[in-house]
């Protein structure tokens, strides 16, 4: 099923949902569980460090370098795995894509605090191609104060679902993954397209 919904501000969200088959999405979600080499990084926010409250990892292209909140982080080698997604995930998106952030949520306890992925490597209007595998979360979007008529939107994102997200969404929402209870393990696989280094 695919549910299409137009954001405010030009923004728009696809959402392909299943998108892969449950017994392949269960798959990748154990092999990216136990092969790849999961960090978790210390990032700054308002003058302070912290620690995320997931684990993530970067993949992607030589020199795709990408940098947020004080990281600088360097490419590793596409898997087979994620190379083989890649191409699927751009034959469904019609958007080519040049590196992965992954993001582990380990329980419920894990979260995403709310940003936009807007930053200059990713060019005027990214497209971000979004992998869901695992547990069930809520995935929800906050306009900026440049829409402050405008409600929240929140997706339920399952195991197995892609949610393009495309137009001008990082330049008038936020979005997040809030923490909640009983949830399961869940990883996200952000495809993405840097343009500048």
Request: charged letters at 20%; hydrophobic letters at 40%.
């Amino acid at each position: 099923m695919v549910r299409v919904e137009q954001l405010a501000g030009g923004g728009l969200l696809t959402l392909h949902d299943p998108w892969l088959p449950s017994a392949e999405a269960e798959a990748l979600l154990s092999t990216l569980q136990d092969t790849v080499v999961w960090k978790q990084e210390k990032i700054r926010l308002f003058g302070r460090e912290h620690f995320q409250p997931r684990l993530s990892a970067w993949m992607g292209d030589p020199g795709t370098i990408y940098r947020y909140s004080g990281l600088t982080l360097q490419p590793a080698p596409w898997t087979p795995a994620l190379a083989g997604l890649r191409e699927r995930v751009e034959a469904t998106s019609g958007v080519p894509f040049n590196s992965v952030l992954l993001n582990y949520y380990r329980s419920g306890d894990d979260a995403m605090g709310f940003h936009a992925d807007a930053e200059p490597e990713l060019g005027q209007n990214p497209v971000i191609a979004s992998v869901s595998l695992g547990g069930h979360r809520r995935f929800v979007l906050k306009p900026t104060r440049d829409l402050p008529d405008e409600a929240p939107v929140t997706l339920s994102l399952g195991g197995g679902s892609l949610l393009v997200m495309s137009g001008t969404t990082q330049h008038f929402w936020r979005h997040g993954v809030p923490r909640q209870a009983g949830a399961g393990p869940r990883i996200n696989l952000t495809f993405r397209r840097i343009v500048a280094s």
